[in-house]
C-alpha cells in the first residue's frame, strides 16, 4: 500500500508542476495578449486621427480646388472678353482707317476742283 501512496504522491507532485508550468504559460499568455490589446487601441487611436487629419485635408482640398476652378472660370471668362474687345479695337482701326482714306480722297478731290474753278 505504501507504494501505492508513493505512486499517488509522486502523480501529485507532477500534476501540480504541469498545473504550475500551465498555469505560467497562460500568464505569459495573458501578458502578450495585453501587449497586443494596447498596441490594437494604440494603433485604433491613430488610425482615428488619421481618419481625421485626411477628412479635414480632404475638405481643404475640394475648397482649393473649387477655388481654383473659380480663378480658371474668371480667367477664360476674362481672356474671351478681352479678345473681343480686341477685335473690336481692330475693326473700329480698320473703319477709322477707310474713313480717313475716304476723307482724304474727297479733300483731294476737292481742291483739284477748286484750283480747275480757279484756273477757269
Known amino acids: 500500500m505504501s507504494q501505492h501512496g508513493a505512486a499517488l504522491q509522486t502523480y501529485n507532485q507532477e500534476l501540480v508542476k504541469c498545473l504550475e508550468a500551465m498555469k505560467m504559460r497562460r500568464s505569459e499568455l495573458q501578458a502578450q495578449i495585453d501587449a497586443q490589446e494596447d498596441e490594437k487601441n494604440n494603433l485604433q487611436r491613430e488610425i482615428e486621427k488619421m481618419t481625421y487629419k485626411l477628412s479635414r485635408l480632404n475638405d481643404s482640398l475640394e475648397k482649393r480646388i473649387n477655388a481654383r476652378n473659380e480663378y480658371d472660370r474668371t480667367i477664360a471668362d476674362t481672356e474671351a472678353a478681352y479678345m473681343k474687345i480686341l477685335e473690336s479695337s481692330q475693326i473700329l ?23 480747275q474753278f480757279r484756273q477757269q
Open 93 to 115: 482701326l480698320n473703319m477709322i482707317k477707310r474713313e480717313a482714306t475716304s476723307l482724304d480722297q474727297t479733300l483731294i478731290k476737292t481742291t483739284m476742283e477748286k484750283q
